[in-house]
């Protein structure tokens, strides 16, 4: 199981790079950088590129409204570029709160966009002149639209790899059986180990019953705040208002992902409770309706041979790659949470 850790990109960049080679060292495998209305995602994967020599590097994610697919596959090349080859492109939809909000681009046809630009990228990265009839993208545009003068190119550059691995957001069962058909790595949210055969089992199955044998195997990204020790009982709370956030207030009623996700786990009565209170703005009490169920068995946060007992069933479940959250307020404490973990998932 290799070990991941996402970046805060919220403060204190420079320094969280700084400290990345001591992770290396501890036993850090890969690092995801996040793009949702803060700083960009690429101008801070290039700035852990040229600082660190071993470390994966992902993007977690890039949503796919944000960039053409041509310009999304000439990114990662070049990411794969400056760092040797040491790159994953992490994409994914993102929701209609961030990509109409923010950004102004109609969210629409995730499924089907998603689908076409692996498709676009993975031709640029053959350094095939790109030609696409989808239904949601022309390259070149077809006669009748635009000037007429654009012609099938491929890309200038040879890039390190011609198979870049792409790992994709998604939690919706046809998104799932997509990623399981199409990509490198799945990355869902809000990952409860003991209920992801019930939930994703059958779109997994479907998914990969369709898979290209050269892909190979799926790699599966789970994600949880770590904390080990005896007195750390309390940091399972500070996990509900971030739960509340995204089960309440990513979304409008009927239009919000991850409470379909809650439903999905058997919490529906609780999901549409949450989402009352938080779009009421009482969100301290939405936070205090989080299930404890769902925050604790979706973390790793507890005694060391709990953390153990958790990391297991994430293991068996099928995940293959850990994405932690060390919950420490000091350097040396963090280090210490990425050393404890990694020796952990060495043993299971």
């Known amino acids: 199981m290799r070990i991941g850790m996402p970046l805060n990109y919220s403060g204190g960049f420079k320094e969280t790079v700084d400290e990345l080679a001591t992770y290396e060292k501890a036993g850090l495998d ?16 290039g700035f852990i590129a040229a600082r660190t020599e071993r470390l994966q590097i992902a993007s977690g994610i890039l949503q796919i409204y ?46 089907g966009r998603t689908r076409e630009l692996v498709d676009i990228c993975r031709q640029v990265w053959r350094r095939e002149r790109v030609q696409h009839e989808g239904k949601h993208y022309q390259i070149p545009l077809p006669e009748g639209q635009g000037t007429g003068l654009g012609k099938p190119l491929k890309l200038i550059n040879h890039p390190v790899r011609p198979n870049i691995p792409i790992m994709i957001a998604a939690i919706g069962p046809k998104n799932v059986a997509m990623v399981a058909e199409i990509g490198d790595a799945w990355e869902p949210i809000f990952y409860v180990p003991e209920k992801a055969h019930e939930v994703w089992g059958e779109s997994l199955a479907a998914g990969k019953a369709k898979r290209n044998p050269e892909l190979g195997e799926l790699d599966v990204v789970g994600q949880a705040p770590l904390a080990i020790g005896d007195d750390v009982g309390a940091l399972v709370d500070s996990m509900r208002p971030m739960l509340a956030l995204y089960i309440g207030g990513m979304g409008a009623k009927g239009k919000n992902f991850y409470n379909d996700l809650a439903c999905r ?26 299930p404890d169920d769902l925050v604790a068995k979706s973390t790793l946060i507890g ?46």
Request: no cysteine.
């Open 30 to 45: 890969i690092v995801y950088v996040a793009e949702a209305y803060s700083f960009d995602a690429v101008s801070q994967m």
């Open 265 to 290: 786990y058997g919490y529906e009565a609780e999901a549409a409770e949450i989402q009352d209170l938080y779009l009421d703005g009482k969100k301290d009490e939405a936070a205090a309706k989080v």
């Open 66 to 111: 944000t960039r053409t697919p041509t310009l999304t596959a000439m990114t990662a090349a070049g990411m794969d570029f400056v760092s040797d080859g040491r790159f994953t492109l992490g994409i994914g939809a993102s929701g209609p709160q961030v990509i109409e909000g923010f950004h102004g681009v109609p969210y629409n046809a995730p499924l």
């Open 303 to 348: 005694s060391e041979g709990h953390v153990r007992e958790r990391l297991a069933a994430f293991k068996e479940s099928g995940v293959t790659t850990m994405n932690v959250t060390p919950l420490a307020g000091s350097f040396e404490e963090r280090t210490k949470l990425i050393e404890q973990v990694r020796g952990i998932a060495d043993d299971l």
